[in-house]
Each structure stands twice: as structure tokens, then as C-alpha cells.
């Protein structure tokens, strides 16, 4: 069992930065991948970025490349989001994700999931 806890939401200001943080605890050594997705309300849960355990490959949504950063810190079992940026799009509950098997980062393989954390953007 992995748990995950996610922080760093709250209110932001159209244009301003905010980084997500997400600290994974319990069974770490079997885990390929972490990453993020986000939900808007009336909307399907959408992938944002991930980033592998291993050797640090990054992918992410279009609407995330040249805004959003995804990094690591394995001595930590955290991932961090740098979220740059923000326009009224990005308002959503963030969710971090753990994915055991190797692949593509995809909600259907994820295997642990953290609680969320809402990030709405103010204009």
C-alpha cells in the first residue's frame, strides 16, 4: 500500500505561480511513476504531468508544457508541480496518482491515488 498526501492548493490569482507538493509514505520501493491529474467541475479527470522514479522522464498535457513543471525527490518519495502562469482553464482539484506497472501514465494504471487538493485561480 502506498498512501499519498497531497498540499499546496488554494487561491491564486490569474497570471500568478503555485506548486503542488505530494509525499508518498508506506510501500515506496514499487512504483514506476507519479504524477498528476486534475478535475474541473462537469469535467472528466484529465492527466497533467508525470515524471518517472527511476531516471526522471517527464511527460505532460499540452496544456501544461512551457506553464507547469514536474520534479522529484526520491530521498523525499515526494513530487513537486510548478505550476507558472495560471489562466482561468487551470482552476480544478489536483490529484496525485502513483502508478506501479511501466507504461504510459494513465488514470486506468494508476494504483494509488491522493485525496486532491483544489486550486482555484481568481481573475
Known amino acids: 500500500q502506498v498512501q499519498l498526501g497531497e498540499s499546496g492548493g488554494g487561491v491564486v490569482q490569474a497570471g500568478g505561480s503555485r506548486r503542488l507538493s505530494c509525499a508518498a509514505a508506506?510501500?515506496?520501493?514499487?512504483?514506476?511513476?507519479m504524477g498528476w491529474f486534475r478535475q474541473a467541475p462537469g469535467k472528466e479527470r484529465e492527466f497533467v504531468a508525470a515524471?518517472?522514479?527511476?531516471?526522471?522522464?517527464?511527460s505532460s498535457a499540452d496544456s501544461a508544457k512551457g506553464r507547469f513543471t514536474i520534479s522529484r525527490d526520491n530521498a523525499k518519495n515526494t513530487v513537486y508541480l510548478q505550476m507558472n502562469s495560471l489562466n482561468p482553464e487551470d482552476p480544478a482539484v489536483y490529484y496525485c496518482?502513483?502508478?506501479?506497472?511501466?507504461?504510459?501514465?494513465?488514470?486506468?494504471?494508476?494504483?494509488?491515488w491522493g485525496q486532491g487538493t483544489q486550486v482555484p485561480v481568481s481573475s
Open positions: 508506506g510501500s515506496t520501493f514499487s512504483g514506476y511513476a
Open positions: 496518482a502513483w502508478q506501479v506497472r511501466r507504461g504510459s501514465f494513465d488514470a486506468r494504471h494508476s494504483d494509488y
Open positions: 515524471i518517472t522514479r527511476s531516471d526522471g522522464i517527464r
